[in-house]
């Protein structure tokens, strides 16, 4: 089906643990971004990409990685998991930085 | 640094009254704004964007752009309470990943 997709939906992990969470888009969008939401901070953008191999920091890109290879996948990976990291993860592509962003249904990471 | 402000609220309007959402900016050079609905426990979902100053209709939602106040609005005519949810406000600051409000909580009463 065409559109944004991330899996897996809900993630429990523990800390310590490497976790990888991955976004699919089928547009061909060139940017790919990914967000944390927690109550009170709303929409944090982490990292983000404006085409294959090309990545750029967000607000709030310590303890996490992200690699783009391909134009429609851009997996996120916490590369040692922490309580702190606990949260909703969103992914969202647009066809420009400044257009509009269609966002993924979210991954529910909750670190134990 | 570039910022986009709402109020949390919950703003709290009753059935088929207008409901006004009000988000101002700090970068004038924002040229873009987007308005997103979220449900709870849903995703970000685009309903309006908007370019130029003035108004911008689209069925029940109108959304108001005044750059020189650097303020922008969505009014939900006749709203419903389907249309209860969280509004996010998104800038575009030039060639940089839209800045997003934290969000405005709309309540619609039955």
């Known amino acids: 089906d065409a559109g944004i997709t991330q899996s897996p939906r809900y993630k429990i992990t523990e800390t310590g643990r490497q976790v990888t969470l991955m976004c699919h888009q089928t547009w061909s969008h060139s940017y790919m971004f990914w967000y944390r939401q927690d109550l009170g901070h709303g929409l944090r953008l982490i990292y983000y990409s404006a085409a294959a191999d090309i990545t750029d920091k967000g607000e709030v890109p310590d303890g996490y990685v992200v690699s783009r290879s391909k134009t429609e996948n851009f997996p996120l990976t916490l590369e040692s998991a922490t309580r702190s990291q606990t949260s909703v993860y969103f992914c969202a592509s647009s066809a420009g930085s400044a257009r509009e962003q269609y966002f993924g249904p979210g991954t529910r990471l909750t670190v134990t | ?110």
């Open chain 2, 1 to 110: 640094q570039k910022e986009v402000e709402q109020n949390s609220g919950p703003l709290s309007v009753p059935e088929g009254a207008i409901a006004s959402l009000n988000c101002t900016y700090s970068d004038r050079g924002s040229q873009s704004f987007f308005w997103y609905r979220q449900y709870s426990g849903k995703s970000p979902e685009l309903i309006m964007f908007i370019y130029s100053n003035g108004d911008k209709e689209d069925g029940r939602f109108t959304a108001q752009l005044n750059k020189a106040s650097q303020y922008v609005s969505l009014l939900i005519r006749d709203s419903q309470p389907s249309d209860s949810a969280t509004y996010l406000c998104a800038g575009e600051p030039g060639n940089t990943p839209l800045v997003f409000g934290k969000g405005t909580r709309l309540s619609v009463i039955a």
